[in-house]
C-alpha cells in the first residue's frame, strides 16, 4: 500500500478540520489498510454535488489502497437527521426508502472503485433491525439528555418555541453507534455532521475500539444559496443531472 500523506494538496482541499491530525497521519504511517466510513440516508434516489466532495475524498483514498465503506442508512431515514433542519423532516416509507438507497448505491459505484477489497457497502438496518430493547438502553444509558441537547439546530429550536422528537434526539446516537459495528478508522463528513461522528469517536472508546478520526469538508451551498445542498429539502443538483 502506499502512503497517503496530509500535505497532499489535492487531498486536503476544501477541508475545514481534521479530528485529529496527529493520529490520521499515525495511521496513514502504519501501513495498514483503512476502513473509511460514509454514511447517507435514503431522502431521494440519487446523490448531489455535495456528496461528489465526499466520493472523491474517498476516491484518493481507494487508490492509496484503503477501503471505502458506504453506510446506507435505510434504518436511519426512517427517523430523520435533524442536521440543518428548522423542523421535523418528513419520513418516508420503506418502498420509497429501499428505491432510494438502490439508486444511491448505482451512483456511488460510478465514481467510487468498486474492487470489493476497496469498497464496501452495509445498511444500518443489519444491526438496528435486529437489536433488541435491552441492548438499545443499554447504549442510551451511556449518554446524558444534557450532552445531546447541546446541538445548535436544538438549541435554535427551542429559542424559537419549536417541537423536537425524541427520535431526532435520538439520532445521533444511532449514527455514532454505525461506527462501532463497521468499525471504522476514519469518517468522512459535510462540517454540519461533526456532533454525530464525535458520537462515534464517543461510542468506539465506551467499546474498547480505536477512535477514528473524523474528516470535515466545506459544505456546499444549495441551489437557492444560504442553506446547504440537501436531499431532504429538494435544494440540490443532482449527480445524474
Known sequence: MKELTLDLEIFTRVVEDIITREELAERLKGGKQLRVKLGIDGTAPELHLG?????????ALQEAGHKAVIVLGDFTTQIGDPTGMSQTRPILGPAVIKKNIAGIKKQAEQILLTDPSLLEFRKNSEWFGKMKTAEFLNLLTMVTHARLIQRDMFQQRMREGKEITMSEILYPILQGYDSVMIESDFTIIGSDQLFNEHMGRFFKERFGQK??????VKLVPGISGGEKMSKSIRNYIALGG
Open 211 to 216: 477512535l477514528q478520526v473524523i474528516m470535515t
Open 51 to 59: 456528496h461528489a466532495v465526499n466520493l472523491w475524498k474517498l476516491r
